[in-house]
Nanobody
Framework: QVELVESGGGLVQAGGSLRLSCGAS????NVWNVHSMGWFRQAPGK???????????????SYADSVKGRFTISRDNAKATVYLQMNSLKPEDTAVYYC???????????????????WGQGTQVTVSS
């Protein structure tokens, strides 16, 4: 079992920045570092959508078109933590943000929800206009 806990959400004005963190813990933490990780978000009345992913060593990342150039995903395997730096925030970025661990590992990172087996509880990000 792996437990994921997000933090860093909050209320920010448009154009501002936030940094989300996702800490991992659990019995199988020693194998966590080989898996791809991802961030997803879900706005009210909408389906959960992919935001960003990162492979096991941070060499490969991928972003949704809507956040490309504004968000940066990174990870610190020594701290078992994944980050999402969000800059130039827009009101349409308002959502609950979730981190997730992929069941897959290797050179690539993964974007499909069905490829992820552990999820955090989510952290609210609200961007005011």
């Amino acid at each position: 079992q792996v437990e994921l806990v997000e933090s860093g959400g909050g209320l920010v004005q448009a154009g501002g920045s936030l940094r989300l963190s996702c800490g991992a813990s659990g019995r199988t933490l020693n194998v966590w570092n080989v898996h791809s990780m991802g961030w997803f978000r879900q706005a009210p009345g909408k389906e959960r959508e992919f935001v960003a992913c990162i492979n096991w060593n941070g060499a490969n990342t991928s972003y949704a078109d809507s956040v490309k150039g504004r968000f940066t995903i990174s990870r610190d395997n020594a701290k078992a933590t994944v980050y999402l730096q969000m800059n130039s925030l827009k009101p349409e970025d308002t959502a609950v943000y979730y981190c997730a661990k992929s069941r897959l590992y290797g050179r690539l990172c993964y974007r499909a929800i069905e490829d992820f087996d552990y999820w955090g509880q989510g952290t609210q990000v609200t961007v005011s206009s």
